[in-house]
T-cell receptor, first 112, second 115 residues
Framework: RKEVEQDPGPFNVPEGATVAFNCTYSNSASQSFFWYRQDCRKEPKLLMSVYSSGNEDGRFTAQLNRASQYISLLIRDSKLSDSATYLC?????????????FGKGTRLSVIA | NAGVTQTPKFQVLKTGQSMTLQCAQDMNHNSMYWYRQDPGMGLRLIYYSASEGTTDKGEVPNGYNVSRLNKREFSLRLESAAPSQTSVYFC??????????????FGEGSWLTVV
């Protein structure tokens, strides 16, 4: 079974805090990984892809640990505007030719 | 930029009625998808179309049918709506299903209530 597991939260953090989310996936052969962001009553939007070497985009850092089958998202210096649900997304296909599987999401609330 | 456009945005149906959700994308994407999202369940794939002319079942296809009308359009039909189909429906598309083209772009969602 193809599964992507996330802590649903909510994570309630003050502005300026650093917060980290983890996500575990069930298939060690998974090929590609993403974090999506979803605001309340809106569609999901790509936040960042996750590369084997880890990658950073401003205040956001994504890391992949293939041996333990998890990916993480670190948000530094949290802003009120970071409040959203963060979806972990995995491609389980051996060739990449299968639909993505979405986790149920982790809700973040950044408090002033 | 239109991206992925789906209609209607809101719909109330009576049990047993039928309806079609329409979706179109203007990004020349090959793959299109229909998801439903329910509280506590996350996004679940209903059907997808890897390319024009093909459709495949996803995780929760029962009670739904799809048509890939052409490269741009992918519709979702509820033949006999049930209260369990009350949900938010998202249409999405991607360039392909290969790992390099896997970024999925979503429409704004359709809120469907079956009473």
């Amino acid at each position: 079974r193809k599964e992507v597991e996330q802590d649903p939260g909510p994570f309630n953090v003050p502005e300026g805090a650093t917060v980290a989310f983890n996500c575990t996936y069930s298939n060690s052969a998974s090929q590609s990984f993403f974090w999506y962001r979803q605001d309340c009553r809106k569609e999901p939007k790509l936040l960042m892809s996750v590369y084997s070497s880890g990658n950073e985009d401003g205040r956001f850092t994504a890391q992949l640990n293939r041996a333990s089958q998890y990916i993480s998202l670190l948000i530094r210096d949290s802003k009120l505007s970071d409040s959203a649900t963060y979806l972990c997304v995995v491609n389980f296909g051996y060739s990449g030719n299968t639909p993505l599987v979405f986790g149920k999401g982790t809700r973040l609330s950044v408090i002033a | 930029n239109a991206g992925v456009t789906q209609t209607p945005k809101f719909q109330v149906l009576k049990t047993g009625q039928s309806m079609t959700l329409q979706c179109a994308q203007d990004m020349n994407h090959n793959s299109m998808y229909w998801y439903r999202q329910d509280p506590g369940m996350g996004l679940r794939l209903i059907y997808y179309s890897a390319s024009e002319g093909t459709t495949d079942k996803g995780e929760v296809p029962n009670g739904y049918n799809v048509s890939r009308l052409n490269k741009r359009e992918f519709s979702l039909r509820l033949e006999s709506a049930a209260p369990s189909q009350t949900s938010v429906y998202f249409c999405a598309s991607s360039l392909s299903q290969g790992s390099s083209g896997n970024t999925i772009y979503f429409g704004e969602g359709s809120w469907l209530t079956v009473v």
